[in-house]
């Protein structure tokens, strides 16, 4: 998740007033955010990925100052007419369609302000903008573009400047292969016969989104007061959205805004739209799923305290916030203006029935058969190697890959469970023996399921000391049998990774259920192990069927 | 004077031995010679005795002076020098003949005639070496090194006893070769307190006490009149362990046992699943960060599954525009394809998808819990597992709030040693109101993150269910309260499988 970084005098400035530390870090944890650190003046805050209007130190503070108090209720973010244009030319359809623009005025940047303006941009691609895919932002020096601009699509041999942090023109596919951050988000045009870009009615490229802008356009300085904001991307919405968050922080730096008209080939829209956007909700809804009866002018209060407005039965949502989708929503942030450490815990008396998994039981009842054998329970993953599973046991068995695992370890389902438990024992060579242990786990094969996969629990057993063999284990199944009131059937059965004439193949109600044998010392060599092994596999899910019935 | 009957009685054959050697004895070589034991055993018989306040046993250390290898040899056939020089009183030797002539070892000549020099007992005249007039007289008087060495063969000698002209020899052969050696020993004697001085002079019958009661005994009734010998209660007995269940499962049904008191109804279901279910039905947007390859596990055959018919299609729409649920939905376009993906669950939130899609109204209301497996694409380290097990709980109630949330964790919560709960908001894209749940740590005295909850969207709801009900919802962490009871810093541990660690690690109690 991403984190910010805010400064607390700056912080106290938006506010409007000073908050004691220990206030701040209570509120910051209260409202929804998460507190990662305090170093200094400088304040660290996780953002959870629902809130990209809090990605900035003026987002973060516009939501602090109404939470604690000090400015409630809607922020009015005033919208002048600028009468400049951008037109969409029909080209860009099928690599960014959409844009959406606006121009703030009066801003007086330093360097920490270039620094905020710079961690906006970075915090929105990588969440709200899913790593620019979803949307991509750039910010203009205003004085240097000559409107109208124009969102275009060009061959990329024909686009031609010089990028950020760079000393030359270069073409489409010149940033692509050479431009640091070509090279980064490159795979966002990767097969387009066009690339999108922004020019102005001199024909300078403003930036090729969403990879760079222009060093003569495209970067804001010390001088800079007026800019150009524009976000890029599949969805309109998000888009307008996006810029609306980065107005808003801009006007709360002191900026004025000013809309421009979209010209799309079908259509006309004007952005940004800052109104808020009215949310009808029922005060008996929040009510109950709260817990908490609210009156109308409680709910009024809590929406204050969260920015919105309220006007009778609705909320104002603010045009920044992009999480609201329901009135489910507006129940959260009442909840969180309530206050989540005020809510009263509460058991309600509603008798139900439980009831414990039968076949859960089942398992337990026979790990406890086992205990009662002197045999140890151990726990091993799910996930383990194919040379485990197969060459090391001699078997040919087949194991479901990951697609992307993250260690030669790990990277297969496994597709039975006595290689888990030779893995245990190899490890333990240094323990004292005998080394009696079982486990029960799932175990994984291709079937007739709606993922393709079929899984199964399974109980292996191994008896591991001087003189384990197939008397042993046998004794071991007998008695589990004899517990379970269960007759079975064995008969001999070829099994590469146990000793040729000492493996048997069970069967309960005509159905193979486990088998049994003394371990090849084949096997026994590839694990490095000293130690005869005798070893038992049952599928508890199949007995528990065939004993069921 | 009853202790000590008791003290009698209770003694070890051992000791029954030993004590009346004490009498008299004081020193550990002394007792055993006395005992005819051999010194391990003796040495038991005086800790025993010792800690039943008959003795004390004072240890302490001393460096002794004995022979080494050779010196042991010189002493029977003679220092090579005085053989060197005996040699000589035969007649003068070429120089090159000396070590054949005088029986000695290759290595020893150059010391021998370094001595004989210093001495001024032997000339050498061009090649060949003639005795000197000292030298004979030095042949015949018994050396200082002499001396020393019959005295080490007839006992032990302490460094600190040497006189002076001893210590002189000691130094001179401590520099040649494996002649003696010094070495630490410690030193074991007894005092007996007053208690043993009794002890030690009592009369010790043998014929009436038994030592163990056996079947033989009991058949013929030879027990009768017999006094069994007093047992040390106290005693250190070697370490047994027994066969049990892991400590995970033991943590486990602990956890299961207090949904199910609390009426609640145990959930199952696979560990692969679809996206679709995983993700999709809870309202988890397509482009979510969560769903790359990084945080999940996919599989390469079979890479996808079917999607469970109708239901689908209103979940499409959910997220697409929100369908029936007054929602706006994420926007964009939904992928069937995206949604057929395999995986291993991620969370067991997938079984409350599963579970809410099999309830009818008139279930309601209902509770459900999981304590199962999920699986994180984590390189294992101290702090990350792989595979991970989530307590999963859900209530699906017309009436349920989030007082009741609250309430239901703080009554978990306290079952498991944390009686202070407190949940902040949080988020999760399935629930609204969504709230990270800590407890506070008793000793440490600080919150730690165990889980998330919330109640559940009705998008997630209302194509599972038909009907818009609030559903409290749970999702928590168990590996690290666990760790914290059995006291495991690295996380890996848990599943480690070492037998050792398994066998002896305490039973969970709460």
Known sequence: MPSIKINKEVVEKLVGKKVPIDQLKDRISMLGTDLEGIEGNEISVEIFPNRPDLLSEQGLARALSSFIGAKTGLRKYRVGKSGEKVIIDKSVKDVRPFTACAIVKGLKFDDEKIKEIIQIQEKLHVTYGRNRKKCAIGVYPYEKIKPPIKFIAKKPGEIKFQPLEAFKEMTGLQILSQHPTGREYGYLLEGKDKFPIFVDSTNQVLSMPPIINSEQTGKITEKTTDVFVECSGFDFDVLHKCLNIIAAALADMGGKIYSMELSYPDRKVTTPNLEPVPMKFDTKYISRIIGVDFKESEIKKYLEMMGYGYEKGKALVPAYRADVMHPIDLAEDICIAYGYENLKEEIPKVATNAEEDKFYVFKDRIANIFVGLGILEVKTYHLTSKENQTKKMKSDISVIELANPNSKEYHVLRAWIIPSLMEVLAGNKHNEYPQHIFDIGTIFKKGKTDTGVEEADRLGVVLCNEKADFTEIKQVLDYLMKMLDVKYEIEETDNSSFIPGRAGRISVKGKNVAYVGEINPEVLTSWEMQMPVAALEINLTDLFEAIKK | ?510
């Open chain 2, 1 to 510: 004077m009853a202790d000590l009957k008791k003290i009698i009685e209770g003694l070890h054959p051992l000791e029954r031995k030993t004590l009346p050697a004490l009498a008299g004895c004081s020193s550990l070589p002394d007792i055993t010679a006395k005992t005819k034991l051999k010194e391990v055993e003796v040495m038991r018989a005086l800790q025993w005795l010792e800690n039943k306040g008959i003795l004390k046993i004072k240890k302490g250390l001393k460096e002794v002076v004995v022979l080494d290898k050779n010196g042991k040899e010189y002493l029977e056939k003679g220092l090579p020098e005085k053989r060197v020089l005996k040699a000589l009183t035969k007649g003068d030797i070429l120089l090159g003949d000396v070590v054949k002539k005088a029986g000695i070892e290759p290595g020893e000549f150059n010391v021998s005639l370094g001595v004989l020099k210093k001495k001024a007992a032997i000339l050498i005249d061009g090649k060949t070496v003639k005795i000197t007039e000292p030298g004979k007289k030095f042949l015949e008087k018994e050396s200082f090194e002499e001396k020393l060495l019959k005295k080490l063969s007839e006992r032990e000698v302490e460094l600190k006893e040497l006189k002076d002209e001893e210590k002189f020899a000691f130094d001179n052969l401590s520099k040649r070769k494996q002649i003696i050696k010094s070495s630490l020993l410690k030193l074991v004697g007894i005092e007996l307190t007053e208690l043993g001085k009794k002890a030690a002079n009592e009369k010790i019958s043998e014929g009436k006490t038994a030592d163990r009661l056996t079947a033989s005994m009991l058949k013929t009734g030879a027990w009768k009149g017999k006094t069994f010998r007093r047992y040390d209660v106290k005693i250190n007995v070697p370490e047994i362990t027994g066969a049990k269940r892991h400590f995970i499962s033991q943590a486990v049904e602990y956890i299961r046992k207090i949904w199910i008191e609390m009426g609640f109804k145990e959930m199952k279901g696979s560990l692969v699943q679809t996206a679709f279910w995983d993700l999709d039905a809870l309202f988890v947007p397509q482009d979510h960060p969560a769903r790359q390859m990084q945080d999940t596990y996919y599989l390469k055959d079979p890479a996808a599954g079917k999607l469970p018919s109708p239901l689908w299609k209103k979940v499409k729409e959910v997220h697409e525009n929100g369908g029936d649920t007054g929602s706006k939905g994420w926007g964009g376009k939904w992928s069937e394809e995206a949604a057929k993906q395999n995986l291993l669950r991620t969370h067991t939130t997938v079984l409350s998808a599963q579970t809410i899609s099999a309830l009818k109204e008139s279930d309601l209301p209902a509770k459900f819990f999981s304590v199962a497996k999920v699986f994180r694409n984590e390189a294992l380290d101290w702090k990350h597992l792989f595979e991970l097990t989530q307590v999963e709980g859900i209530v699906v109630d017309p009436k349920a709030n989030m007082k009741y949330l609250k309430g239901y964790l703080k009554e978990f919560f306290a079952k498991m040693g944390y009686p202070d709960v407190r949940i902040r908001p949080g988020h999760f894209p399935y629930t609204e109101p969504s709230a990270e749940v800590d407890v506070l740590h008793p000793e440490k005295n600080e919150w730690i993150e165990l889980g998330g909850s919330g109640i559940f969207r009705p998008e997630v709801v209302k194509p599972l269910l038909g009907i818009e009900v609030p559903v409290l919802a749970w999702g928590l962490g168990m590996e690290r309260t666990v760790s914290e009871y059995f006291k495991i810093n690295d996380i890996r541990e848990l599943y480690k499988n070492d037998l050792r660690q398994i066998r002896n690690m305490k039973t969970w109690m709460r």
